[in-house]
């Protein structure tokens, strides 16, 4: 079946720190990969995407490589804000499974001042 | 901008109370799912719906049913609630049919079973 693993949290970093969340996946076929963010006291938001390999996903200075090679999609960030704490969660999709999604168990942010 | 709205943000109920979480959403979406949230779990999937009256299970469907008699409104349903349902619930949309595997989050209902 399809599964997703994250690093563990939290991660603590000071601001304009460098960011990087693990991010591996087992699954059948192709998947689709996502990363999607909780910030606190909301639902969960689409961050970025990759549907092939190779692609690379980007929004808001959040950037993540679909690497087939080594079934993994990490996220990165060259320079944390206060404002990026939340939670980080990784997740895929297989062609026809209607956005059935299976997430990692999240990775907490924090950056401090 | 696509809107999903859950209809308590906080319950407390007690073991063995039915509990009815309601999603809205407002737009004419077809698929919608239901998820809970626990800590070093992350989201698992409950159970989905892609039309009026369709519904499939998810990973963890057990204790739990759905209801799903308009379009715009799933209902997720505890038929007697128990400590270990305590969680938070995420309702989610997407829009189809494209099924590009994004995904719309309600804010959540905060469920806790005393």
């Known amino acids: 079946g399809n599964s997703v693993t994250q690093m563990e949290g939290p991660v603590t970093l000071s601001e304009e720190a460098f960011l990087t969340i693990n991010c591996t996946y087992t699954a059948t076929g192709y998947p689709s990969l996502f990363w999607y963010v909780q910030y606190p006291g909301e639902g969960l938001q689409l961050l970025l995407k990759?549907?092939?390999?190779?692609d690379k996903g980007s929004n808001k200075g959040f950037e993540a490589t679909y690497r087939k090679e080594t079934t993994s999609f990490h996220l990165e960030k060259g320079s944390v804000q206060v404002s990026d704490s939340a939670v980080y969660f990784c997740a895929l999709s297989t062609t026809g499974t209607a956005s059935k999604l299976t997430f990692g168990t999240g990775t907490r942010l924090q950056v401090t001042l | 901008d696509v809107k999903v709205t859950q209809s308590s943000r906080y319950l407390v109920k007690r073991t063995g109370e039915k509990v009815f979480l309601e999603c809205v959403q407002d737009m004419d979406h077809e698929n919608m799912f239901w998820y809970r949230q626990d800590p070093g779990l992350g989201l698992r999937l409950i159970y989905f719906?892609?039309?009026?009256?369709?519904?499939e299970k998810g990973d963890i469907p057990e204790g739990y049913s759905v209801s799903r008699e308009k379009k715009e409104r799933f209902s997720l349903i505890l038929e007697s609630a128990s400590t270990n349902q305590t969680s938070m619930y995420l309702c989610a949309i997407s829009p189809g049919p494209s099924n590009t595997g994004e995904l719309f989050f309600g804010e959540g209902s905060r469920l806790t079973v005393l």
């Open positions: 990759a549907t092939k390999a190779d």
């Open positions: 719906s892609y039309d009026v009256k369709m519904k």
